[in-house]
T-cell receptor, first 112, second 114 residues
Framework: GESVGLHLPTLSVQEGDNSIINCAYS??????FIWYKQESGKGPQFIID?????DKRQGQRVTVLLNKTVKHLSLQIAATQPGDSAVYFC???????????FGTGTRLQVTL | DSGVTQTPKHLITATGQRVTLRCSPR?????VYWYQQSLDQGLQFLIQ???????AKGNILERFSAQQFPDLHSELNLSSLELGDSALYFC?????????????FGNGTRLTVT
């Protein structure tokens, strides 16, 4: 069954296209950011992280971009696959707190 | 597989009852976090333990409590349950006490209060 809210923003992309998921974070003191993927019935799965001293980091098929000026984070997924369909969350940590604060999430739907 | 184990996977109970959720962190991780995920609230931080001691507290109700044992597993106790407590409860673990490493989540316990 569904594990997250029904009123999430949804991004629909065709298989093979690139996806860009955006996140606005709230705290200018945040110095560590993570993207998580959550599939139905599962817990959030770590995708990629970035620290505030960087503005770009690449992983396998994924890239995270950080714009501290406007407090914006994005996740780019190259050659999107059906298995990428999930809810994606960004999370931030201010460095003074040992917890992550999560955004509301974006549902990615991959169409064939 | 994140390496974080949560039991039970599903729990159905009545209002007013008390339940205990269990979490085993990844091998080597010293920090355990509890999060609540409901349809209208997203992922909400409840509490963190590091090496047996409470480290940080979030929006945890007084009816809820947690502890971390010497073997580093953790339990979340929910008492005087209300309908609004129905949610997914996730445990996560990390190596350190702070913000320098990602949290790894279990697959959660789905609590239904009837």
């Amino acid at each position: 069954g569904e594990s997250v809210g029904l009123h999430l923003p949804t991004l629909s992309v065709q298989e093979g296209d690139n996806s860009i998921i955006n996140c606005a974070y709230s705290n200018s003191a945040s110095d560590y950011f993570i993207w998580y993927k959550q599939e139905s019935g599962k817990g959030p799965q770590f995708i990629i992280d970035i620290r505030s001293n960087m503005d770009k980091r690449q992983g396998q098929r994924v890239t995270v971009l950080l714009n501290k000026t406007v407090k914006h984070l994005s996740l780019q997924i190259a050659a999107t696959q059906p298995g990428d369909s999930a809810v994606y969350f960004c999370a931030e940590n201010t460095g003074t707190a040992s917890k992550l604060t999560f955004g509301t999430g974006t549902r990615l739907q991959v169409t064939l | 597989d994140s390496g974080v184990t949560q039991t039970p996977k599903h729990l159905i109970t009545a209002t007013g009852q008390r339940v205990t959720l269990r979490c085993s962190p990844r091998s080597g991780d010293l920090s355990v976090y509890w999060y609540q995920q409901s349809l209208d609230q997203g992922l909400q931080f409840l509490i963190q333990y590091y090496n047996g001691e409470e480290r940080a507290k979030g929006n945890i109700l007084e009816r809820f409590s947690a502890q971390q044992f010497p073997d580093l597993h953790s339990e979340l106790n929910l008492s005087s349950l209300e309908l609004g407590d129905s949610a997914l409860y996730f445990c996560a673990s990390s190596l350190d006490r702070g913000s320098n490493s990602p949290l790894h989540f279990g697959n959660g316990t789905r609590l239904t209060v009837t």
